[in-house]
C-alpha cells in the first residue's frame, strides 16, 4: 500500500529525514518509535502532504501512485489520514459541520452519493456510542476549548467517520489518561482490516499494549535503524534507544 | 513559510465578477457643481419649491465646510468639479409602468447579476423598487403594498405625491449640515426610495432595492427615508453591485430611519461595490451617512450589514436612542481585500431612560486592505439605565494586511452599564492544512473559517439575504489563504 525509498526531506535548509525506506501492506499495523527530534512527525507529515518539509530525494508510492504529486486534500480523498499529534481549534466552525464537509468530499470524489444532515447524523451518533463519546461534542466549534484527551478523541472520531484505508497516527496517545487511552485504541482496532493499514507514531509501548503491531520500527537521525515484531517495542522500552543507536553505529 | 506567502498571494487575486457596463444612453449633466447645477437637478425632477429651497440650503452649508479626515483611509483628494451630478437613463419621460416596458438590456444587467428581477420578485415575494443609476425604473408589488397602506416608492415620487410626509421627516435624523457628505447629498440627491409605514400596519413583505452605479463618472448620491409610525414594523433590504471602471467613483448616500413608539425597523445590507483590482486601481468611494431615531418609547431599529465592496468604505450606521426603552442593534461583516480600506462601526446614542444596544461588528481583513472599526457609545446624563454590548472581532488572513478598532465611549450617566470585547485572530496555515488533511479543498476551508467567524451576523440577516451573503463572502475572499 505505502512503499516509501530512500526519502530524504527537510525543513528550511535543515535535512531532517536521511534516506529512509518503509513498505507497509494492507492489513498490517506498523508502530514507529524513536527518541525526540528523530524525523517520527515529519514523516507523517511529509506522508500527508505539509507544505512546510520538502522533499529533495527519493520516492513515496501510495497505492502504486506518486503520493508526492497529490496535493493534501486529494491524498486524504484517496484515503490517507493523519491523525494529528497537534489538532488545532477552528473557532465557531462546527464540529458536525467540519466532519460533513470532510466526508461528502471524499464521497464526491469516489462518486459516491453525499450524505445529507439525517444520514450524517444516524453515522456520527453510532460512531461516538462506539468510541463512548456525548453527542454534544458536535455541536462545538472543531477542538474550541477541548482538553487534550478531547482532542484526541474527535481525531478517532474523525478517524472512525472517515474509515481511511492508511490512517497514520501521530503520538495520538501521548497525554491522554488510561480511558482515554483505551478508547483510543479502541478506535483504532475497530478499523483494523485486511484492506487497511494503521501506523501508530509513538514514544511509549504503552499504546501497543492496546493496539498490538505488527512490526516495529525504530527510527533515529531521519532513518529506520532496526525493524522488528512487537518485542522489539518492549526491549526499547526497558533497554531506552541508546542500544539501537550503538548497535547500528558498531 | 514563503510558500505560504505565495499561496496567500496567488489565492486572493480574483477578479470581480460583476464588472462590465451596460451600453443605454445616458442624460447626463456636465461635470461641476454650482447653484445653477443645483436648480437643474431640481427642475428636472419637476420638484415643488420647498424642495429646491432645501437643496439650495444643503449646497450653501457645504461651501462651508471641510472633508473630513479623522477616519483611518488613504485617497487623493477628490475634484468636486469633475463629478456630474445627474444622470438618468434616456427615455425619463415615459418611464416603463411594469417590467416587460423595462429596456431589456437593463433586465440582461440584472441577469449577468444573477438578479432575475421577475423570478425574484415574484418568488420571493419581495418588492423591488429597482435604482439603475439614479432614477428607478421598475417598481413591483406596489398594489399589494398600498392595500396595507404601505408607501414604497421611489424619493422624487414621493416628493410629488407625498410631500407633506416628506418634508415633515425629511433631514430630521441626518440634518443638511450633519457633515460634509451628507450635506452635499442633500443638495444634489438623485433618487432614492421612501418607505412610510402607517400606525399599527405589519409590512406584509421584505422590501429590496438594488442599488447600481452605472453612468462613467457619475457621483451617486442616493437618499432613503423609512419612517415607520406608531406600532408598526417593516424590514427593509438593500443591496449594491456595480461595473468595472478604471475612475474612482464617489458615492454619498444618506439614509434616514425614523421609528415612532413601538415601532420596529431592520434594515439589512448587502454591499457590493466594484472595489478596485488587485493593484487598487479603480473602485467606488463610498461615504455613507445612515441613521436610525428611535422617537418613540418602545421603538427598535436593527442595522445588519455585510460590507465586501468598494475600495473606500466610511460608514457608521448609527441609533439615537431618544424614547424610553428604545432598542439599537448593530451587526457587521465588512470584509477588506486587496487594497480596500474599510473604516467603519456604528454610534448609539443612549437618551432615553432603559435604552439598550448590542454592537457586534466582525471585520475580515485579506491581501493588503486595512480594515477599522470604529464605534462610538455615548450615554446621555438623563440616560437612566442604559445598556450597552459591543463585541469587535477581527479576523486577518495573510501577513500584509491590518485591523484597527476605535472604541470610544462616552459615560454620563453613573447608571449605565457598558460592556466592550475584542479578538483579533488569524486563519492560520495550520487550520488550513488541518482541513486539507481532512479532504476539504483550501478555498472551502477558507470558507467555512469565515463562515463560522461571521455566524453570529448572518443569523440577523433575512432567510434569503443570508444565503446570498455567504455565497458573496466567499466570492469576495475566493482564494484568500493565509
Known sequence: ?250 | MTTETENIESLVNRRYEHGFVTDIDSDSLPPGLDEDVVRAISARKEEPEFMLEWRLRAYRLWLEMREPTWAHVHYPPIDFNEISYFSAPKSDKDRPKSLDEVDPKLLETYDKLGIPLHERARLAGVAVDAVFDSVSVATTFKEKLSEAGVIFCSFSEAVKNHPELVQKYLGTVVPQRDNFYAALNSAVFSDGSFVYVPKGVRCPMELSTYFRINAANTGQFERTLIVADEGSHVSYLEGCTAPMRDENQLHAAVVELVALEGAEIKYSTVQNWYPGDENGKGGIFNFVTKRGDCRGANSKISWTQVETGSAITWKYPSCILRGDNSVGEFYSVAVANNFQQADTGTKMIHIGRNTRSTIVSKGISAGRAQNAYRGLVRVMPQARDARNHTQCDSLLIGKDCGAHTFPYMEIKNPSARVEHEATTSKISANQLFYCRQRGISEEDAVNMIVNGFCKEVFKELPMEFAVEAQNLLNVSLEGAVG
Open chain 1, 1 to 250: 500500500m505505502l512503499e516509501i525509498k530512500d526519502l530524504k526531506a527537510s525543513t528550511g535548509d535543515t535535512p531532517i529525514l536521511n534516506g529512509l525506506s518503509l513498505t507497509v501492506k494492507a492489513g498490517e499495523v506498523h508502530a514507529i518509535m524513536g527518541p525526540n527530534g528523530s524525523g517520527k512527525s515529519t514523516l507523517a507529515q511529509v506522508i500527508a502532504g505539509h507544505e512546510d518539509y520538502v522533499v529533495t530525494e527519493g520516492s513515496v508510492e501510495y497505492k502504486g501512485r506518486d503520493l508526492l504529486e497529490l496535493a493534501p486534500e486529494e491524498r486524504a480523498r484517496e484515503g490517507i489520514f493523519l491523525g494529528f499529534q497537534y489538532p488545532v481549534e477552528i473557532p465557531g466552525v462546527n464540529n458536525a459541520y467540519l466532519l460533513k464537509a470532510a466526508l461528502n468530499a471524499k464521497r464526491k470524489h469516489h462518486g459516491v452519493d453525499e450524505v445529507d444532515a439525517f444520514e450524517f447524523l444516524k453515522l456520527a451518533r453510532e460512531k461516538m456510542a462506539l468510541l463512548g463519546m456525548d453527542p454534544k461534542f458536535l455541536n462545538r466549534g472543531v477542538n474550541e476549548g477541548f482538553s487534550g484527551g478531547e482532542k484526541k478523541r474527535n481525531e478517532i472520531l474523525q478517524l472512525a467517520m472517515l474509515e481511511p484505508e492508511l490512517a497514520i497516527l501521530d503520538e495520538t496517545d501521548s497525554g491522554l489518561d488510561i480511558d482515554a487511552l483505551k478508547a483510543v485504541a479502541q478506535g483504532v482496532n475497530a478499523l483494523r482490516s485486511p484492506d487497511r493499514a494503521i501506523v501508530l507514531v509513538t514514544h511509549y509501548q504503552r499504546l501497543l499494549d492496546y493496539v498490538e503491531p505488527d512490526v516495529v520500527h525504530v527510527l533515529s537521525g531521519g532513518k529506520i535503524l532496526r525493524s522488528g515484531d512487537k518485542s522489539l517495542a518492549l526491549e526499547l522500552e526497558e533497554k531506552g534507544y541508546d542500544w539501537v543507536r550503538e548497535a547500528a553505529n558498531a
